[in-house]
């Protein structure tokens, strides 16, 4: 008998007729444990720069992360992730910045750290906000090289552990870095420290509003087609993912998120492993840009959005919501 022929004995109606049993048989739940912060840092002092492109999100000067990360520790945030604007005259072809033990993100780091000893950090290892070509890796006769690039985005990963980086999140999409990244993190005797691989970044359209915030948008030539995944593509994700967890990937991640969704599925249901999100800064401002415009409800669609994530099977979503959608959380 179908069930449609036991109608009217079943109504699937009655468990979502009152607020209390909707909650008690959700099959998906959101806290504030769910959430990763990105935050942008920049050079100066006492600075609060607000990114156009990014509607409510700023960048802020490395002596007043002490107040942003705590309003995120206070709302339950467990994790933020570090994302810099270098300064244009520290950005040159070789990207030696990225390894610079008093760079920007160094600094952060220690900053943190100092004042918020319970709140974990996670660095992403790439090179585009300090290659003065706007690529995540170095960049050869117009071509971005692998080899030498993972060499120093294993230096990257060693200052950034030093400076006390909890989780490295190689988002570069060079072939081996995993294994590499692991292996000088093992040598310089860091081996407690995780690595988060952007094992399926896609060559999506969604990051414009990142690159405006940390400053590479202008310095971009070309694309980054040669290295991220194809939209097109669900199959080589799942081979790239595979080939990070052999490598030694702890976790992870998905980008863009909402997008790629059935890519987040396929993965977790496939490898197990925690698998993380990111809500990247073109759904941020597409979601933010309609809501702050009248045309959608802002608290429910930021829940409704992370919700999605964790339906789909993330562990955890890197979002520029998670103050917000704690706070809306703990509302009720």
């Not at 769910?34 to 100066?44: H, K, N, S, T």
């Not at 995540?136 to 990257?156: A, F, H, R």
């Not at 030093?162 to 310089?188: F, N, Q, T, Y």
């Amino acid at each position: 008998m179908t069930i449609f022929g036991r109608f009217p004995a079943s109504r699937m109606r009655r468990n979502r007729r009152e607020d209390w049993t909707r909650r008690l048989v959700a099959e998906n739940t959101l806290t504030p444990n769910d959430f990763i912060l990105p935050i942008f840092v920049g050079e100066g002092e006492g600075r609060t720069d607000a990114i156009s492109s990014m509607p409510g999100v700023n960048r802020y000067s490395v002596d007043v992360l002490d107040d942003v990360v705590g309003e995120a520790k206070e709302a339950g945030v467990p994790a933020v992730v570090i994302f810099p604007e270098v300064d244009p005259a520290a950005k040159t072809p070789d990207a030696r910045e990225a390894n610079n033990p008093e760079n920007l993100v160094c600094r952060s780091i220690r900053a943190i750290t100092e004042t918020h000893p319970g709140m974990g950090i996670i660095c992403d290892a790439a090179l585009d906000p300090f290659n003065s070509d706007g690529h995540d890796g170095l960049v050869v006769d117009g071509y971005v090289i692998n080899d030498e690039s993972v060499e120093l985005l294993c230096l990257q990963s060693i200052v950034q552990a030093e400076a006390g980086c909890h989780i490295i999140a190689p988002s570069d999409m060079m072939d081996g870095r995993v294994a590499a990244i692991r292996k000088a993190l093992d040598g310089a005797g860091y081996e407690n420290v995780g690595i988060m691989s952007y094992a399926a970044k896609y060559a999506s359209a969604f990051y414009g509003p990142f690159r405006d915030a940390i400053g590479s948008k202008a310095a971009l030539k070309g694309d980054k087609k040669t290295y991220q995944i194809d939209p097109a593509n669900t199959d080589e994700a799942l081979r790239q993912v595979a080939q990070d967890i052999d490598e030694g990937a702890d976790m992870i991640m998905i980008k863009p998120g909402l997008p790629y969704l059935d890519i987040l599925r396929r993965v977790k249901e496939t490898f197990a492993l925690p698998t993380f999100a990111y809500q990247v800064s073109g759904e941020y401002a597409m979601l933010k840009g309609a809501a702050n415009n009248g045309w959608l409800d802002n608290d429910k669609i930021v829940l409704e959005s992370l919700i999605a994530f964790k339906r789909a099977g993330a562990d955890g979503i890197l979002t520029y919501m998670a103050v917000e959608a704690s706070r809306l959380l703990k509302k009720g």
